[in-house]
């Protein structure tokens, strides 16, 4: 292991990580570089990464969050992002279209990213690609599995016959999943924790804190708690309907992020992790809506 200015670098056979030195938590991440005989590609460039450290042939961007695409200005080759997501790489008016905020929000949240990320207005020659892709990079290549749930077009990529299964913000966190933009859904996350759960791979790597997971025992166990997360928000959710709430209510009362914690884009969360669940929880019949357009658990 060697160290930079900014990360340090740990080698998993073809793979090697960008591990961030602030612990990987937001803005930060880790990022994944993979490194064939042909050609070398990158993975969700950090706020980290400064400079291009690799020489990379090109860069995948897992999704349009403005954590993953922090260093993506210090790379002159090809980017991809699958198709549901590559608006928001090649414009950040449209990234910022995809939270769902409030007019005052929205300038809250674009002030700040411009003051934590100096984000460019965007990457206009980004390239959409699907689930399936692959990077042939000589002796291995490097596949886009789509893994929708935190926003739509959410990827993985998988390195073979490496074994390394980069998972990107299914991130195993203790914090748990989130799911607070427009394209989110609770179902689709449950489905791609699900498919995740079936890859047997020697290395799984998260962009946030947990940085890789050595094998598919340890990881099935990490995904069973960080699902039983989504689990648990429902279950707080349905013990506040003790009687009717209105979504303000709800959204104050907070299933994501602590009472104290400040940031210009937790209301816009919390308010649409409550609507996800909500609907979700409508299905099932477990909760119902008033004349008056509160909710409560029948």
């Not at 960008?18 to 993975?43: D, R």
């Not at 291995?140 to 913000?169: K, N, Q, S």
């Not at 884009?265 to 409550?274: C, L, N, P, Y």
Request: hydrophobic share 40%; proline share 4%.
């Amino acid at each position: 292991m060697t160290t930079a200015a900014r990360f340090t670098e740990t080698r998993f056979d073809e793979v090697t990580v960008l591990a961030s030195t602030h612990g990987g938590a937001f803005p930060y991440g880790n990022t994944v570089v993979v490194h064939g005989s042909e050609a070398t590609l990158v993975l969700d460039p950090s706020l980290d990464v400064d400079h291009d450290p690799v020489g990379a042939d090109a860069v995948m961007i897992s999704h349009a969050h403005e954590d993953h695409i922090a260093g993506l200005r210090h790379f002159d080759t090809a980017k991809y992002a699958h198709h549901d997501e590559v608006g928001r790489v090649r414009s950040l008016q449209v990234l910022l279209d995809g939270y769902g905020l409030t007019p005052e929000e929205r300038a809250a949240v674009d002030a700040q990213i411009g003051d934590t990320f100096a984000l460019t207005p965007g990457f206009p020659e980004a390239r959409g690609v699907g689930d399936g892709h692959v990077f042939d990079l000589g002796d291995i290549t490097a596949t886009v599995v789509h893994l929708p749930g935190h926003t739509r077009g959410h990827c993985g990529v998988l390195v073979e016959p490496t074994g390394f299964f980069y998972i990107a913000d299914i991130d195993l966190t203790r914090f748990g999943p989130m799911y607070g933009d427009v394209g989110s859904s609770v179902d689709d996350y449950l489905a791609s924790i699900a498919r995740v759960r079936e890859v047997e791979a020697r290395w799984y790597g998260t962009f946030h804190q947990k940085g890789v997971v050595e094998g598919a025992r340890v990881l099935r166990e990490r995904l069973k708690a960080y699902e039983g997360v989504i689990h648990r928000r429902e279950e707080r959710l349905l013990e506040f309907l003790d009687r009717p709430r209105r979504l303000d209510e709800i959204v104050e009362h907070r299933l994501v992020y602590r009472p104290h914690v400040q940031m210009p884009f937790v209301d816009a969360v919390e308010r649409r992790t409550a609507q996800l669940h909500l609907e979700r929880l409508a299905r099932h019949g477990q909760t119902a809506t008033t004349d008056q357009g509160t909710f409560y658990r029948p």
